[in-house]
């Protein structure tokens, strides 16, 4: 079942189990905003076990364009289509959120990001492959992120 994500009043539901569970809900409310103000959509979360299509999906692309195997345990997922671009979050137990922003209708427009709530080092599986900005939210603190662009069709 998915619930949207409320980012007046933010909630740890879901993320309990985080050793960053505050900050990491504070990146999830971030992104609602984030969507609820460009598009007026609602950002919507569902338990990462009733996901396993979307897990795959996002696993699939970073073992193929990067070799990349995220070793945290996935927490919740997020998939919406808004404007042509189909947008997919994981949120991990470590304060990793990542998302695939893939738009149908222009290749140039096709990327992974990365998030680091604030508080978690850097996942060693990320460490050497990418450098961090670093970024203030009201709702989530310094958040650190990154990106890659993607090249292949998914």
């Known amino acids: 079942m998915a619930n949207i994500v409320d980012f007046e ?20 409310a971030n992104e609602s905003r984030y969507f609820k103000n460009k598009y007026n959509h609602d950002f919507t979360v569902s338990p990462a076990g009733k996901s396993n299509d979307l897990l795959d999906y996002v696993n699939n ?30 949120f991990y137990e470590s304060g990793l959120s990542i998302n695939v922003m893939y738009s149908l209708n222009d290749p ?15 996942p060693k599986e990320l460490e050497t492959k990418f450098r961090f900005a670093r970024q203030k939210s009201k709702l989530a603190g310094i958040i650190r992120g990154s990106f890659f662009v993607i090249k292949a069709e998914y």
């Open 9 to 28: 009043n933010v909630s740890l539901a879901g993320l309990e189990s985080s050793p960053v569970a505050k900050s990491l809900a504070g990146l999830r």
């Open 61 to 90: 692309i970073l073992l193929t364009e990067r070799d990349i195997k995220i070793s945290s345990k996935p927490l919740e997922t997020s998939e919406l289509l808004v404007d042509g671009i189909k947008w997919t979050y994981v």
């Open 108 to 122: 140039k427009k096709r990327a992974v990001g990365f998030k680091l709530s604030e508080g978690m080092e850097v």
